[in-house]
């Protein structure tokens, strides 16, 4: 157990719909990264946040956004779902978002888009 | 653009024996170096790390070799057991620039560890 934490487990929605996924850090980790793993691609950075501040944006699309709380809890909402996005959608956190500090991931999110 | 490679999809290794999986990237700025691994319906878990300054880090049955010149690393796992069985990723980070702290993935490589 990572200590990080993801809701839902599965979500299984239709096209031009939007969702919302949860990441709980691990305790006093301040910083928080969005990536999504699809099948033909490996992992892929979305967005980093770090004490409550985006810090760095990866390949996120338009129709997804992110914002971490006060509580340094985090979203990453997708809009205007598309099949392609079906995918597992991890978190991880560290402590201070530098290269040399352990990112620990959830167990992620896999989302179905029929 | 895929920074971080793994050529090599899988690799079937036999129980006892070294298992070695290899990762090459194109980007000079990287300064860390992590192998992850990953079991299926788990996220990834952090196994080994090497700072870009150093060339080999041990723990355990798990070494990582960097060679920058080459910009290749490799995982090393002796003796290799049935647990080990898992998608093993390369990844690798910069503080530079303006993606600090981000990992760049490889695609990852499936180990098999047979008795």
């Known amino acids: 157990d990572s200590g990080v934490t993801q809701t839902p487990k599965h979500l299984i929605t239709a096209t031009g719909q939007r969702v919302t996924l949860r990441c709980s850090p691990r305790?006093?980790?301040?910083?928080v990264y969005w990536y999504q793993q699809s099948l033909d691609q490996g992992l892929q950075f979305l967005i980093q946040y770090y004490n409550g501040e985006e810090r760095a944006k990866g390949n996120i699309l338009e129709r997804f956004s992110a914002q971490q709380f006060p509580d340094l809890h985090s979203e990453l909402n997708l809009s205007s779902l598309e099949l392609g996005d079906s995918a597992l959608y991890f978190c991880?956190?560290?402590?201070?978002?530098?290269?040399?500090?352990?990112?620990?991931f959830g167990p992620g999110t896999r989302l179905t888009v029929l | 653009d895929q920074q971080v490679k793994q050529n090599s999809p899988s690799l079937s290794v036999q129980e006892g024996r070294i298992s070695i999986l290899n990762c090459d990237y194109t980007?000079?700025?990287?300064?860390?170096f992590l192998w992850y691994k990953k079991y299926p319906a788990e996220g990834p878990t952090f196994l080994i790390s090497i700072s870009s300054i150093k060339d080999k880090n041990e723990d355990g049955r798990f070494t990582v070799f960097l060679n920058k010149s080459a910009k290749h690393l490799s995982l090393h796992i002796v003796p290799s057991q049935p647990g080990d069985s898992a998608v093993y990723f390369c990844?690798?980070?910069?503080?530079?620039?303006?993606?600090?702290?981000?990992?760049?993935f490889g695609r990852g490589t499936q180990l098999t560890v047979w008795p």
């Open positions: 990844a690798a980070n910069t503080d530079r620039g303006s993606t600090l702290g981000r990992l760049y």
């Open positions: 980007n000079s700025m990287f300064d860390y």
């Open positions: 305790s006093g980790d301040l910083s």
């Open positions: 991880a956190s560290s402590f201070s978002g530098r290269s040399d500090n352990e990112q620990f």
